[in-house]
């Protein structure tokens, strides 16, 4: 069975660490109105939040100095030099909306000379995400 027939086929997680962990669940539950899949709050150095962005998560955990709460694997600096890409249906609506609401952009809405329409926010940890839709 090749891997585009599987049945077993995963999620893809985008996850990072935050000082700003409530500011960043009221962005993306808020503000911009993903659903929150699942999340927790078990003590002040372990929260943690799954946002579904279409077939993605999104994964923010609060930051903490308790080594206890580390793994030795991860890098828990702020994220730099990433964005995320997603894509919508109603991109135009979607720009208003945001607007109106006073969301920071990092770009205004345009089009691509690729053939997306597109503009992008700057979410509480200056990450930025990039909204798309094909217009080809």
Known sequence: MSAETSPKEGVFRFTYHTDRFDDTLAFYRDDVGFPVAFSWDRSEDDKGALIKAGPAIIE???SSDDASHQNEGLDYRAPQGVY???QVFDIDDRFERYKANGLR?????TDQ???HRTFSLL???DLVIFFYEERF
């Open 60 to 62: 923010f955990l609060k």
């Open 123 to 125: 979410e509480p940890n």
């Open 105 to 109: 952009f990092k770009q205004e809405i």
């Open 84 to 86: 995320m890409c997603i």
């Open 113 to 115: 000379p690729w053939g």
